[in-house]
């Protein structure tokens, strides 16, 4: 049996311009794994290259093989990637929506839309949903897909609290069965959900580890802010001040 890992090692240039320089890490099922560093940083750019949008120099390997090497079409078989998103101007219905998604079949659909709580509102149109519920919608097309590994772009960026943490739910309900990789910019959410952090700076992997391990002064040299993080009722707290 091949582990189920998710073995990076890749940099990628637009044009002389290097965005991103040997960023190597892993990810498995189990945990939730956090992407998080300033605008800027690479961290859309990374998922662009994990998703195959972007071809990176380096390797992408899971179960052994590389990522990189397949066709877009097979690697969708085991990665979907939820993009940061605006509501679409196409009128298609929630349903349908989320059944264009590759391999999706119409049980998939229904169990996904059931998942994110959407299931009797299938036939409005999404062009008529706001960004909160236009990024459910995203979230069930990328949970019919089936696939291994689940990334996503900043996917509570248009949420309120409520929503946000609904979405961030999901996500570690997911993360027994497929590996999720996360960009996230609230580092409080970030460090209530995620399993591990990945603190992306200038193209490059600055620190690596658990949100427990996580200090302030690593914070402030990356976002030049001062940063202090506390411990209320168990939860880790980030204060941030200029
Ligand atoms: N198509 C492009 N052509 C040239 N440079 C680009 C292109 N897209 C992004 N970049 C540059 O690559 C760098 C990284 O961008 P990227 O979007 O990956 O950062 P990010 O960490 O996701 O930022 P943010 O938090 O603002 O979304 C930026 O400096 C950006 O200007």
Known sequence: MHERTLKVRLSFSYGEREILKNVEFSAKKGELLAIIGPNGAGKSTLLKCLVGILK??????????????????ERARFVTY????????????????????AYATRGDTESALKRVGLWERRREFVTNLSGGEYQLVLIARALAQESEIILLDEPTSHLDINHALQIM???????????????????????????????LNKG????????SSLRGDILENVYGIKAKIVEIDGASLLITSL
């Open 82 to 101: 939820v993009p940061q998103s605006s509501v679409p101007e196409f009128a298609f219905t929630i349903e349908e929506f989320v059944e264009m998604g």
């Open 56 to 73: 990176p120099q380096g390797e992408v390997k899971f179960n052994g093989f590389d990522l990189l090497q397949l066709k877009p079409k």
């Open 204 to 211: 490059t992997i600055e620190w690596e580890g658990t949100p």
């Open 169 to 199: 739910e999901i996500l570690n309900a997911l993360k027994d069965e497929k590996i999720v990789i996360v960009v996230m910019h609230d580092l409080n959410l970030a460090l209530k959900y995620a399993d591990r952090l990945l603190l």
